[in-house]
Nanobody, 115 residues
Framework: QVHFVASGGRLAQPGGSLKLSCVSS????????VAWFRQSPGKQRDLVAQ???????QYDDSVNGRFTISRDNKKNTVYLQMDNLRPEDTGDYYC?????????WGQGTQVTVSP
């Protein structure tokens, strides 16, 4: 079954950094724009960053200047470098296409930002 599997989340302090990874088993990964989504407690799942097939990136205002999305097509992996973390970054992080497909939702990774 083709889906994304995210990893790298953990407890971090405000102002700290984390790097998340998301691996896809899809042979067509290199032809997809890919996005990171965040679902904070009690809230809907929102797109926070996306990267196109040629590396063009876009960010939600809440993370712009603090998060960096990148991809490695040889490894079928997309990364999210998270710097200057804030408590409001707490949530479960997932990968999917920017227009998400239900069957591609896979394992998320939990990020908790707390003193």
């Amino acid at each position: 079954q083709v889906h994304f599997v995210a990893s790298g989340g953990r407890l971090a302090q405000p102002g700290g950094s984390l790097k998340l990874s998301c691996v896809s088993s899809a042979n067509s990964f290199r032809y997809w724009a890919v996005a990171w989504f965040r679902q904070s407690p009690g809230k809907q799942r929102d797109l926070v960053a996306q990267v196109g097939t040629h590396g063009l990136t876009q960010y939600d205002d809440s993370v712009n200047g603090r998060f960096t999305i990148s991809r490695d097509n040889k490894k079928n992996t997309v990364y999210l470098q998270m710097d200057n973390l804030r408590p409001e970054d707490t949530g479960d992080y997932y990968c999917n296409l920017p227009q998400p497909l239900g069957h591609l939702w896979g394992q998320g990774t939990q990020v908790t930002v707390s003193p």
